[in-house]
């Protein structure tokens, strides 16, 4: 008997690592919740609904939280700092510690979209000060490039330049 989790077919492995690739789709990222935690003053929980069309592609990245991810729908190619890539897919999960980088976050399918849930201990300042795009720190070679990002107010911006290393949050409207 099949569940609605089941999906026999895990895409395989790149032969090789391909370098980021700016002309393939973005990922829109949606916030679920953020919240305060009143048992760790200073921190916050953050929840991103995040949605890899066909073949998107995110450049790579840091985030300043710890962040554990939960696949809900397709399979992602994940390869973080060293690490060999890896494939997640439906009700599989992982975990990136606080500035791990993030060389390749990309759907594993060129048909099918991905969605995760990344869910973020962030210090409530980071967040405070810098929405939703400011938890995504884009490599400095990659700057300008991102995706839709949907912030609290449910306002929808397409992040150009995510709060890079530097700490300038800057985020255009287009």
């Known amino acids: 008997m099949a569940t609605r989790w089941a999906n026999p077919i895990r895409p395989a492995l790149p032969a090789t690592e391909s370098p980021y690739n700016p002309t393939r789709p973005h990922p829109n990222i949606k916030l679920q919740y953020a ?28 985030h300043p939280a710890f962040v554990a991810v939960n696949v809900i729908k397709g399979w992602v190619f994940n390869g973080m700092n060293d690490e060999p890539i890896k494939v997640f897919g439906p009700v599989e999960s992982f975990h990136e510690g606080l500035g791990c ?3 390749v976050s990309d759907n594993a399918s060129e048909t099918e979209e991905a969605v995760i849930i990344a869910t973020m201990v962030v210090e409530s300042k980071i967040f405070e000060d810098g929405g939703v795009e400011g938890l995504v720190l884009v ?5 300008g490039i991102g995706g839709v990002v949907e912030g609290k107010g449910g306002e929808k911006v397409e992040w150009l330049e995510i709060l890079g290393d530097d700490g300038v949050h800057n985020v255009s409207e287009k």
Do not use: I, Q
């Not at 935690?37 to 066909?54: C, D, E, I, M």
């Not at 490599?139 to 700057?143: F, G, I, R, S, T």
């Open 35 to 62: 919240h305060a935690l009143p048992n760790a003053p200073g921190l916050h929980l953050v929840s991103l609904l995040v949605t890899f069309p066909p073949n998107a592609s995110t450049p790579p990245h840091r």
């Open 101 to 103: 980088r993030h060389r």
């Open 139 to 143: 490599d400095e070679e990659w700057k």
